[in-house]
């Protein structure tokens, strides 16, 4: 689960993002697209290309709610909570700061935007989290 601690990671980003796509696309399949529709603010079409194999458009706060639909699992905000202090408990295990993510992670963002999605001051994407984490748990010894 992507809100799990990560002390390390696939070859690439990319693989990354596949895993937790993966265990998304098991929610959806078993749960199915009207459900996913109805009980999350998840489009239709969003959780269809999800179980298409695709890899839309999901921000963390969409990827927990697909998550939390499953039996045992914390509500969205908490889901969302843990993963964001999972980064920063990672940064300091890696002696990472912001400007040291920025200068490794393989995608535009700047330092302060790092923060802030972190902080959870600003929204961030799956594919942002991914990238974030990456780096953190690639960094990590």
Same mark, same amino acid.
């Given at each position: 689960m992507f809100y799990e601690q990560r002390m390390s990671v696939p070859d690439t980003p990319a693989d990354l993002r596949a895993e937790y796509e993966d265990d998304l696309r098991a929610v959806v399949d078993q749960h199915g697209v009207d459900t996913v529709a109805e009980e999350t603010d998840v489009d239709r079409e969003t959780a269809d290309a999800l179980l298409e194999g695709e890899s839309p458009e999901l921000t963390i706060a969409e990827a927990a709610q697909i998550q939390s639909l499953e039996d045992g699992e914390p509500d969205p905000d908490e889901m969302v909570t843990i993963a964001c202090e999972h980064l920063l408990l990672g940064m300091s295990t890696a002696v990472l700061?912001?400007?040291? !993510? #920025?200068?490794?992670?393989?995608?535009? $963002?700047?330092?302060?935007?790092?923060? *802030?999605? !972190? #902080?959870?001051?600003?929204?961030?994407? $799956?594919?942002?989290?991914?990238?974030? *984490?990456y780096v953190i748990a690639d960094g990590a010894p």
């Open positions: 700061d912001v400007d040291g !993510i #920025e200068t490794e992670i393989e995608i535009d $963002l700047e330092a302060k935007e790092i923060q *802030q999605k !972190i #902080e959870q001051r600003a929204p961030m994407t $799956l594919a942002e989290f991914v990238h974030i *984490q």
